[in-house]
C-alpha cells in the first residue's frame, strides 16, 4: 500500500513539474503571430513529460504551435504540436518532423498536429532550430 500511495504522490508531483514548466515555456513563448509559438531545446526530459508539456499548452491556448528538442545522452528525441486551425493553414508537424529528424541522421513523423521523431547528430540542432523558426514564425 505505501509503495502505490509513494507512487501516486510521484506523479502528483510530476505534473505539477510538467505544469510549472509548461506555464515558463508559455510566458515565454513568441507571440510575434498573434498565438504561441515554443521552440525549445531541452536537456534529458522524460518523453511523457514533453506530451504533458504540449497538454498544458493546449488547454491555455485556442492557436499554438510547438517544438521541442530533447537532448538525450546517446539521441535526440524531436516533438511537434499545433493547433486544428494550423493544420488547416497548412502546417503539418509530422513533415516538419520528419524532415528535421533527417537533418539530424534520423527519422520520424506523425499526424497533422502531433509528430514524434528521433535523431542522433547533436551537431545540426542549430541548423533544425533554424529550419523550425523560419516554418513556424
Same mark, same amino acid.
Given at each position: 500500500?505505501?509503495?502505490? %500511495?509513494?507512487?501516486? %504522490?510521484?506523479?502528483?508531483?510530476?505534473?505539477?513539474?510538467?505544469?510549472? #514548466?509548461?506555464?515558463?515555456l508559455l510566458?515565454n513563448a513568441?507571440?510575434?503571430? =498573434?498565438? @504561441?509559438?515554443?521552440? &525549445?531545446?531541452? *536537456? *534529458? &526530459?522524460?518523453?511523457?513529460? +514533453?506530451?504533458?508539456?504540449?497538454?498544458?499548452?493546449?488547454?491555455?491556448?485556442? #492557436?499554438?504551435?510547438?517544438?521541442?528538442?530533447?537532448? =538525450? %545522452?546517446?539521441?535526440?528525441?524531436?516533438?511537434?504540436?499545433?493547433?486544428?486551425?494550423?493544420?488547416?493553414?497548412?502546417?503539418?508537424?509530422? #513533415?516538419?518532423?520528419? %524532415?528535421?529528424?533527417?537533418? +539530424?541522421?534520423?527519422?520520424?513523423? =506523425?499526424? @497533422?498536429?502531433?509528430?514524434?521523431?528521433?535523431?542522433?547528430?547533436?551537431?545540426?540542432?542549430?541548423?533544425v532550430i533554424?529550419?523550425?523558426?523560419?516554418?513556424?514564425?
Amino acid at each position: 500500500n505505501n509503495a502505490k %500511495e509513494t507512487k501516486d %504522490e510521484l506523479a502528483k508531483l510530476k505534473l505539477s513539474l510538467a505544469d510549472s #514548466k509548461a506555464k515558463d515555456l508559455l510566458a515565454n513563448a513568441d507571440t510575434s503571430k =498573434g498565438y @504561441p509559438v515554443i521552440i &525549445e531545446v531541452l *536537456n *534529458n &526530459e522524460d518523453k511523457d513529460m +514533453l506530451v504533458k508539456y504540449v497538454d498544458y499548452i493546449k488547454s491555455k491556448a485556442n #492557436k499554438y504551435a510547438v517544438y521541442f528538442v530533447n537532448k =538525450g %545522452e546517446d539521441k535526440i528525441s524531436l516533438m511537434a504540436a499545433c493547433s486544428a486551425d494550423l493544420v488547416k493553414s497548412g502546417l503539418h508537424c509530422g #513533415k516538419l518532423v520528419k %524532415e528535421t529528424a533527417t537533418m +539530424l541522421g534520423g527519422n520520424g513523423g =506523425g499526424r @497533422p498536429d502531433m509528430a514524434q521523431a528521433g535523431g542522433k547528430d547533436a551537431s545540426k540542432i542549430d541548423d533544425v532550430i533554424n529550419l523550425v523558426k523560419s516554418s513556424l514564425l
